[in-house]
């Protein structure tokens, strides 16, 4: 037997009978004893499966199965977002609503199984639509952004009389340790929230900091937590351990959260027991004292000991309730094992990235009257002002966005127009940005968020990579996370900036599975392609990077000064995603490119047709997913292509079109240009890093005089 086995058996069979008054009702402390048993069983049946390879990477819930009383203090329709070490939450949360299968459920999360209901076998997470949990990885506190959002957005659905999932009085809650209420994630969003508050806006979030007193092997100062939030939220300690007293604090604080719409803190002392993780071994970093003493604060012994001292239970009916919920769960786990995995790249891609074209493309369609001659600022602030007229669950948000109408006018006009609850300034914090739009979004809103600067994304990167991204991909398409990020970025603004606020570092973004990334250069495809994005959001559920040249922003000529060719039309042309757009029939020399590279380019190749030379430019429009049939084709066409690439030579765009060439077997002749491998100074230094028009024309002179 496991030595935690072997305490819980010796300590509750020399537990005395007693006659005490029931703390909890007895049928109540019976069913949360059976979630609290159930995810121990889970613990300890993960570790065998590990063991004997049958099994997979689990982090277990040990030591914090006094998190069944939180789950009993909330409703089935309060959406959790929940730590790692949820199990009995889980559980207990599974009893409230009926034809659930929990036990079954986390065994399929730990053998990778097929047939796992809400991730589908790529990882193991507590999450269950009929539940109102939505599925989170092991990501340290990056879910808190999330919470605070979906929290805003409760009340803000309710504001604007939006259809939510969830009613109108929920309660969010999300659990989190104490080493990740040190991330500065979690700072960032516990702040966020304290801002809402502060300013009276609606934030119903139940924050639940399950302290055990270490992160992985690393102890947390003793009374930190406490120091660190007692005095700014409404705070709420109790003892992890026991349920009698977690139910009580528990229920006084979520009661507390849905009557005021403000957050609180649920502080539950908790904790850890058998290591951090399956093959973690405690012992290497942790004292024999430390775990002693943990072991006597077993959650479960402490249940007993109520079911024991009320007359509830005597201790050897106890002790074969955990002896049948072993048996339970072994047998449970015989069966789970035998189910499918999932067996080919299909299979695990297919919630990924979903595209029904078809819907997407009749979705974008603009019926709106034309108006001619925008420029690129102009045309998004017009696409904006009609995906606002048209959808009252669009919101827009983001720094200065609002009154000032961002930095370079292009949201001017919106707030006056639509109202202060649907285009708003946030604070200036990316995550928190990030996370109103991951938040928004469960409570049905298409949000679109603006980031100022592109160098401003990477402080907040991963609440796109590890929360938006990846949402559907974990819950099998369950959860959604419809999403349009704008971004102002790439470079050439002339006396103004540096690398702050000309970058033109895209890799970061290339690496997500299934974002889509946009990158318009003209007006008429920028209203078109800001359209489709709003449509994949609405039909899949898809997340977006509008990528927005800022330079381009009030361009309007491309030639000679006053000849306007770079001003189009509104609504311009249809954009599907994916598809490219090409420039001229050029049979000579194909030029690939994007953004900034496509006047730049126009100009190149306008300069070589006055030599007889004949070029075709290929705007690529999209970046992810790539135009690979339309680059392909063009390539061809030609024989010889010229990648031009604003962006970086190392991690840029370019390094995927030279990929899709090769993949593609295209047989002709290739060359690139790009800019260097630096950040960009400030003033004229910047013309030393970034590509030239010269070095464009230069690169199409030589690769011309190779021939073939």
């Not at 639509?129 to 990056?142: D, E, M, R």
């Given at each position: 037997m496991d030595p935690v086995d072997e305490h819980f058996v010796s300590q509750v069979m020399a537990l005395p009978r007693g006659s005490a008054p029931e703390a909890v009702p007895r049928r109540q402390l019976l069913e949360l004893f059976d979630a609290q048993l159930g995810s121990r069983h889970l613990d300890l049946a993960a570790r065998d499966l590990g063991r004997a390879k049958r099994g997979f990477y689990s982090i277990g819930s040990s030591g914090h199965e006094g998190n069944a009383a939180v789950a009993a203090a909330l409703r089935p329709t309060d959406p959790a977002?929940?730590?790692?070490?949820?199990?009995?939450?889980?559980?207990?949360?599974?009893?409230?609503?009926?034809?659930?299968?929990?036990?079954?459920?986390?065994?399929?999360?730990?053998?990778?199984?097929?047939?796992?209901?809400?991730?589908?076998?790529?990882?193991?997470?507590?999450?269950?639509?009929?539940?109102?949990?939505?599925?989170?990885?092991?990501?340290?506190?990056?879910?808190?952004?999330?919470?605070?959002?979906?929290?805003?957005?409760?009340?803000?659905?309710?504001?604007?009389?939006?259809?939510?999932?969830?009613p109108s009085d929920s309660v969010v809650v999300c659990s989190f340790g104490d080493a990740s209420a040190n991330h500065s994630t979690a700072v960032g969003a516990i702040n966020s929230a304290l801002h809402c508050e502060y300013r009276g806006v609606p934030m119903p979030l139940l924050l639940v900091c399950e302290d055990n007193g270490i992160g992985i092997s690393v102890p947390t100062p003793s009374g930190w937590i406490e120091h660190n939030y007692r005095h700014r939220l409404r705070y709420f300690p109790a003892d992890g351990t026991d349920v009698a007293e977690t139910l009580a604090v528990a229920t006084e604080a979520a009661n507390w959260v849905r009557a005021h719409r403000r957050p609180a803190f649920l502080h539950l002392h908790t904790v850890r027991l058998m290591g951090h993780a399956g093959s973690d071994v405690e012992s290497a970093y942790r004292r024999p004292n430390a775990i002693a003493a943990d072991q006597k604060r077993d959650p479960l012994v402490r249940t007993a000991e109520l079911l024991v001292s009320s007359g509830v239970l005597a201790p050897a009916e106890a002790v074969e309730r955990y002896e049948l919920k072993r048996r339970e769960v072994s047998a449970l786990a015989d069966e789970v094992v035998a189910t499918p995995k999932l067996t080919s790249a299909a299979a695990v891609m297919a919630p990924l990235a979903p595209l029904h074209a078809d819907r997407v493309a009749a979705a974008a369609r603009s019926v709106s009257a034309p108006v001619p001659a925008l420029t690129l600022a102009q045309s998004i602030n017009r696409a904006l002002t009609d995906l606002l007229a048209e959808d009252p669950g669009v919101l827009v948000f983001g720094e200065d966005v609002a009154g000032k109408g961002g930095v370079y006018g292009v949201t001017r006009g919106l707030r006056k127009k639509f109202g202060g609850t649907r285009v708003f300034d946030t604070l200036l914090d990316e995550q928190t940005i990030l996370g109103t739009g991951l938040g928004t979004a469960l409570a049905g809103f298409l949000p679109i968020a603006e980031i100022q600067y592109l160098a401003y994304l990477h402080n907040a990167a991963d609440q796109l990579r590890g929360e938006a991204a990846t949402l559907q991909f974990f819950s099998n398409g369950h959860y959604r996370n419809p999403m349009i990020v704008r971004i102002a970025g790439y470079a050439y603004q002339k006396g103004f900036g540096g690398h702050f606020h000309n970058d033109n570092s895209l890799a970061a973004l290339r690496d997500i599975p299934g974002l889509i990334i946009a990158s318009p250069s003209r007006p008429d495809d920028a209203a078109g392609m800001l359209r489709t994005c709003a449509a994949a959001a609405r039909v899949d559920g898809r997340v977006s990077v509008f990528l927005e040249p800022i330079a381009l922003y009030h361009t309007r000529d491309l030639h000679e000064p006053g000849d306007d060719a770079w001003l189009a039309d509104y609504p311009g042309r249809e954009a599907p995603l994916g598809r490219a757009r090409t420039y001229g029939t050029g049979g000579d020399l194909t030029i690939v490119t994007s953004g900034n590279g496509v006047p730049m380019s126009l100009r190149a190749a306008r300069a070589a047709a006055a030599r007889g030379i004949g070029i075709r430019v290929v705007d690529l429009r999209w970046l992810a997913p790539l135009p690979t049939a339309d680059l392909l084709r063009e390539a061809r066409e030609t024989g010889r292509v010229l990648v031009v690439d604003e962006t970086r030579a190392q991690g840029g765009t370019s390094e995927a079109v030279l990929a899709a060439l090769v993949d593609g077997r295209f047989e002709g002749t290739v060359r690139r240009v790009a800019s260097e491998n630096s950040f960009i100074p400030l003033g004229p230094a910047a013309d030393c890093v970034l590509l030239s028009e010269e070095q464009i024309e230069k690169a199409v002179g030589d690769l011309l005089s190779r021939g073939h």
């Open positions: 977002l929940l730590h790692y070490r949820s199990g009995a939450f889980y559980l207990a949360r599974a009893r409230q609503v009926p034809g659930q299968h929990p036990l079954r459920d986390v065994l399929q999360g730990i053998t990778a199984s097929s047939a796992d209901p809400i991730s589908g076998g790529r990882h193991k997470v507590f999450g269950n639509k009929a539940l109102g949990i939505i599925p989170q990885t092991s990501t340290i506190a990056s879910h808190l952004p999330r919470a605070v959002g979906l929290a805003f957005g409760i009340d803000r659905a309710k504001k604007l009389g939006i259809s939510s999932e969830w």
